[in-house]
């Protein structure tokens, strides 16, 4: 059967959203192995949030927002972490404590992201910037300006209950659960938080009067 010319028309005028090609690129690169690039992601792990992945580019624009012009490309804040809402309803990220790990950003944005994403290793340990900020309870912009800023890891790494984007009563209610029969996994999926959280906040603010 032919396509008339008005047919063909409407489908060439008819313009996908921004966010909708968006979507589409990324679960390309994240799930089909002959898409260029998919062994810098799909094929080293980097995946799709639950919440995002069976509810489609709708709820993705819906959860990020629109793109803000065009020099504006999706980037994830933690280069080695997935394409997360950080949705406390979402069915994988609310369980695993997870944050928003996706925002809009020019390549000069994008290109700094990088660069303090790179690996710190600190009192015997390596993670990126973000892995830190997320393990000791750190806004990752706080802690990305306290380095630019010349502080010492000792003290840039060092939160204080103010600063810290964990409510003061869920801090007191996990400390409450120090030395209980709940280990720190446990407490961890209890309060929405990592399990490496949860120890951090027992040795962080364990000595504290709060």
């Known amino acids: 059967m032919s396509v008339s010319k008005s047919t063909r028309s409407v489908r060439k005028k008819y313009k996908y959203p921004d966010e909708q090609k968006i979507f589409g690129h990324i679960l390309g690169r994240c799930y089909r192995k002959q898409v260029a690039g ?7 792990g980097i995946a799709i949030c639950e919440r995002w992945l069976s509810g489609g580019w709708k709820v993705f624009a819906a959860d990020v927002g629109n793109r803000l012009s065009s020099n504006h490309s999706i980037d994830r804040i933690d280069n080695d972490g997935g394409y997360w809402c950080g949705k406390a309803e979402c069915p994988e990220c609310g369980p695993l404590g997870r944050l928003p ?12 992201n990088r660069r303090t994403n790179r690996r710190i290793e600190w009192r015997g340990e390596t993670l990126t910037l973000t892995e830190w900020a997320n393990r000791l ?10 380095l630019r800023s ?25 400390l409450a659960c120090k030395g209980g029969t709940d280990g720190a996994t446990a407490i961890g999926k209890r309060f929405g938080l990592q399990r490496e959280t949860v120890r951090h906040i027992w040795s962080r603010y364990g000595g504290e009067h709060l």
């Open 38 to 44: 998919y062994s810098e992601y799909g094929g080293r």
């Open 101 to 112: 790990n996706c925002r809009w950003a020019t390549a000069k944005e994008q290109a700094y």
């Open 137 to 146: 309870g750190i806004d990752y912009r706080t802690l990305a300006g306290r």
């Open 150 to 174: 010349g502080w010492s890891l000792d003290r840039a790494m060092t939160p204080t209950l103010a600063s810290s984007p964990i409510p003061p009563e869920t801090i007191r209610a996990v």
